[in-house]
């Protein structure tokens, strides 16, 4: 199994991203974590096999995650973007046989004030 994570970049404070995570093999998504610099991984978003979702409090209103089965993709669409919401973003899965969990390399989100 093989998380590819993109759709990071720099973008100016009040933009949006999109960012994607492409997976090959047998798997359920399960969310978006990011990585400020200095700071520890934390939770994004996430979102169950029956499709129900939930937010950090910092981006709720703002992000929407979604997926897409057939595809094997996740989503995270970002607005409103703010200067704390610069990280690195890490998709991250679940072998759907295995259960072992699986990280995509990450995509950096750097967002200028």
């Known amino acids: 199994v093989q998380l590819q994570a993109s759709g990071g970049g720099l973008v100016q404070a009040g933009g949006s991203l999109r960012l994607s995570c492409a997976a090959s093999?047998?798997?359920?998504?399960m969310g978006w974590y990011r990585q400020p610099p200095g700071k520890q991984r934390e939770l994004v978003a996430s979102i169950t096999s029956g499709g129900n979702t939930n937010y950090a409090d910092a981006v709720k209103g703002r992000f929407t995650i979604s997926r897409d089965n057939a595809q094997r993709t996740l989503y995270l669409q970002m607005n409103s973007l703010k200067s704390e919401d610069t990280a690195v973003y890490y998709c991250?899965?679940?072998?759907?046989?295995?259960?072992?969990?699986?990280w995509g390399k990450g995509t950096l989100v750097t967002v200028s004030s």
């Open positions: 991250n899965a679940v072998g759907r046989y295995s259960g072992a969990t699986y």
């Open positions: 093999g047998s798997i359920n998504f």
